[in-house]
């Protein structure tokens, strides 16, 4: 995502500092769940890292002074509460006076409070989704992206406790005006390249009676720029951007409703 919002830099073996070489940015690379602590002791003024560390490291500690300043929308996951598939745990009523196995005891902990459950919280480093066979835990509190390793226990997700993807925060310490610059510039283009994620450039030529039409169908999009084709009175060119996806439905839509020569083009960069 930095190398998409124009910032030059390379990272040599495992070295921990790259230093980008078109902007004054020194890139801190930690272990993600360092990098909460590190941007409220001022180590760091931002840091990019996955919500559940973010989430886990602010509850278990309660005194970082952080915020989260943007969604990034990639390395989705969530962090369920999973048990026996066949067993007599299958919903969050079912763990009350249970052992649960969990990396997250912050998260765990506050989530099974909000929900009057009275549960003990064993906190593991990892192989989580073993507690239960070696009966260390009744459930388990894991992160899940495809449910393949939960499946191959012999476990299955009944609850989710945290919906995480990676997210850039921030403290609420001042900044001074040179970094306040930098970083307003840099969540722009953040924002910039979050926008092209999924937007999608639309040509095509069509009569000018349907352009009301087909302008409804162009999803998420603004006004499109409508252009007269050379001496032909009956027909535009119209141009959009698009905001959400464009499925063969759509184009079909368009055609339907006179559209043709219908081109759909990626979109590498866009600024508000």
Do not use: H
């Not at 299955?156 to 921030?170: H, P, Q």
Request: proline share 3%; glycine share 6%.
């Amino acid at each position: 995502m930095l190398k998409k919002c124009g910032l030059n830099f390379s990272v040599r073996g495992d070295g921990l500092l790259a230093r980008v070489k078109n902007l004054p940015i020194d890139l801190l690379l930690v272990r993600d769940d360092d990098i909460p602590n590190f941007v409220a002791s001022g180590a760091s003024d931002f840091g990019l890292v996955g919500e559940n560390v973010f989430a886990e490291e602010v509850m278990s500690a309660k005194t970082l002074d952080l915020k989260i300043l943007r969604r990034l929308g990639f390395s989705r996951c969530n962090l369920c509460l999973a048990a026996d598939e066949n067993g007599n745990i299958q919903s969050l009523k079912d763990l009350q006076g249970k052992k649960i196995a969990t990396s997250y005891p912050g998260i765990l902990s506050a989530y099974l409070k909000e929900n009057n459950i009275s549960a003990s919280c064993v906190e593991m480093k990892g192989a989580v989704e073993l507690a239960p066979r070696i009966n260390i835990a009744d459930a388990i509190c894991d992160l899940v992206s495809s449910g393949a390793t939960l499946e191959a226990n012999g476990l299955a997700a009944f609850d989710t406790v945290l919906e995480s993807e990676a997210v850039l925060i921030g403290s609420n310490r001042d900044l001074s005006s040179e970094k306040r610059d930098i970083y307003e510039r840099l969540l722009s283009r953040i924002d910039g390249v979050i926008r092209s994620k999924d937007s999608k450039y639309i040509m095509l030529n069509a009569p000018r009676t349907q352009i009301a039409a087909i302008s409804k169908i162009l999803p998420g999009s603004d006004a499109p720029t409508i252009i007269p084709l050379g001496t032909d009175d009956d027909l535009v060119a119209m141009q959009a951007v698009c905001t959400e996806n464009v499925f063969w439905e759509t184009l079909e839509a368009l055609k339907e409703n006179g559209a043709r020569s219908i081109l759909v083009l990626p979109i590498e960069k866009m600024m508000a």
